[in-house]
């Protein structure tokens, strides 16, 4: 989840090749950082066909049961960088985050149609998700959705995707879920090996870039060291200093905290045992994590997608196993205030970690989204996106809508696109490719013209979609990226239209219901 997410102003990033390179993003950018990236003061797969929906999970299972309660309190600054001879401009932020759920294991089908996707670990059931943020005299209150409250959770590497089986989550709905010390990764925590009371052990690197919300550990650690155990329960200090990196910037994040775990007392060895001193109690820890506290303080270089911040964070998470028959049912609770006004209806589809819904705020399209598409502008001109790959700015994307009042002119030929093209990047673009007509199956026609040149006095590469739905509807999207990143470009582009669905919501509404469920 992320603060800047959610507080909008005049500052933004500008458009193609205006700031490519700089990063001058203002505070208003939405989709700059998870909840626990902001709120932890840490503070995130094409899109394609499916033949058939997932099974989706049911309310209630027989297997064991966790229930899980987070409580997130975030205070500090956000950094926004004014120019090279101007101070930064520094925002004061708050956040209180609330989450409560039940937690089983899942068998969801590790396939989405004819596409593979990772197996969930675990099925989330939400009772509570919500989080208050307060920017000077400003406040916002978000919270799940009611079709969003039954979350399929699967752990890629270190980092924990939710996602849901038949549908995608919204940006501020996966932002929202996105905090630090997830209960997937709190084994992570504990030793591998016997210890005694006063050893200490270093946490994996990637483990606590996991925890940490960050994309890497370059130096440091988060290191853990027995202080106790008394009727079976260990309770364990956590300290640390970590440089690492997110989203290609430099991040430093310190840690304090302490957590308690299950302990089992490992019988002495009489043989082994010192005649003259009798030796040290040896536990192994086993988990599950119980309780834990922490404080987080964490300073972040703006980027690409994102201001920079200076704040900390206060966590304490609570779990305890309970019986199948206690799994609440999300359904059952009452809705929240914060859900007036969600955007409907959801695109549904086989759902895939790392994939998100977008809706124009007008409802004039929505589209599926690869995670590392990251939102920096969204308004009445429309959508722009960032492709951050591996923490390298890789190509950006502007989205509009054609308003069209009266009857509706003809689509666009590839002829009229790339007359339009030549146009509108005058004195940059050299060499146009020849263009190419598509037809959905859902009835929208797809122009496509790329385009190369220079701009900034950079060689660059454009690619150019008009997408005309079959009520008239039109919707343009525009890629733009170095030369050099053709490679890693790949063929985004192709992945990206094909979750677009042009038209006002409820005409898209009654198209989605027509054809096969899937994301596109």
Request: charged content about 25%; aromatic content about 4%.
């Amino acid at each position: 989840m992320t603060i800047a997410t959610w507080w909008s102003d005049d500052r933004r990033v500008g458009h193609p090749a205006g700031r490519w390179r700089g990063r001058t993003v203002g505070m208003g950018v939405p989709g700059g950082c998870p909840l626990l990236v902001v709120a932890c003061a840490l503070i995130a797969p094409s899109v394609g066909r499916a033949d058939e929906r997932p099974r989706a999970a049911s309310p209630v299972t027989d297997a064991p049961a966790t229930r899980v309660r987070l409580r997130l309190d975030v205070s500090g600054e956000l950094v926004a960088p004014a120019g090279p001879d101007a101070a930064a401009e520094r925002r004061p932020v708050a956040m209180e985050a609330r989450f409560d759920f039940d937690e089983t294991s899942t068998a969801v089908s590790s396939t989405a149609g004819a596409e593979p996707r990772p197996a969930a670990a675990v099925v989330r059931r939400y009772a509570d998700a919500t989080a208050e943020i307060r920017a000077g005299d400003r406040t916002a209150r978000r919270a799940l959705a009611p079709d969003a409250r039954s979350v399929l959770v699967a752990r890629i590497g270190t980092t924990p995707m939710p996602f849901l089986a038949d549908g995608f989550l919204s940006g501020d709905e996966a932002d929202l879920l996105d905090t630090p010390f997830d209960p997937l990764l709190l084994e992570g925590l504990l030793p591998a090996t016997q210890v005694v009371v006063g050893d200490t052990w270093h946490v994996a690197g990637d483990v606590a870039a996991g925890l940490l919300a960050i994309d890497t550990v370059e130096s440091g650690t988060i290191d853990a060291r027995l202080e106790e155990v008394a009727d079976g329960v260990a309770v364990v200090s956590l300290s640390g200093i970590v440089d690492g990196a997110a989203d290609g910037v430099p991040t430093h994040v310190t840690i304090e905290g302490t957590l308690s775990t299950a302990a089992r007392r490992v019988p002495v060895d009489d043989d082994r045992a010192d005649a003259v001193a009798a030796p040290a109690e040896r536990f192994e820890l086993w988990g599950p994590v119980a309780r834990i506290g922490a404080t987080v303080r964490e300073r972040r270089q703006a980027s690409h997608v994102a201001p920079g911040f200076d704040l900390e964070a206060r966590l304490a998470l609570a779990q305890a196993p309970i019986a199948a028959a206690d799994v609440r049912d999300p359904a059952a609770r009452p809705a929240d205030p914060a859900e007036v006004g969600m955007p409907a209806p959801r695109r549904r589809g086989a759902g895939m970690p790392g994939r998100i819904w977008h809706r124009d705020p007008a409802g004039r399209f929505d589209l599926v989204r690869d995670a590392r598409w990251r939102v920096v502008e969204d308004g009445p001109g429309g959508l722009v996106m960032r492709l951050i790959d591996r923490g390298a700015l890789v190509a950006q994307c502007s989205v509009t809508a054609l308003d069209l009042s009266g009857a509706a002119p003809a689509p666009p030929t590839v002829a009229d696109l790339e007359r339009d093209v030549q146009r509108s990047l005058t004195g940059q673009v050299l060499r146009t490719e020849a263009g190419a007509e598509l037809a959905a199956a859902d009835g929208t026609r797809i122009v496509r013209v790329a385009s190369s040149g220079t701009a900034g006095g950079l060689p660059f590469q454009w690619i150019h979609y008009v997408l005309t739905a079959a009520d008239g509807s039109r919707v343009n999207v525009t890629f733009m990226f170095e030369s050099s990143l053709r490679g890693r470009f790949a063929d985004a582009d192709t992945h990206l239209i094909g979750g677009v669905r042009a038209g006002r919501a409820d005409r898209v509404a009654r198209r989605a219901a027509a054809d096969d469920g899937s994301g596109r």
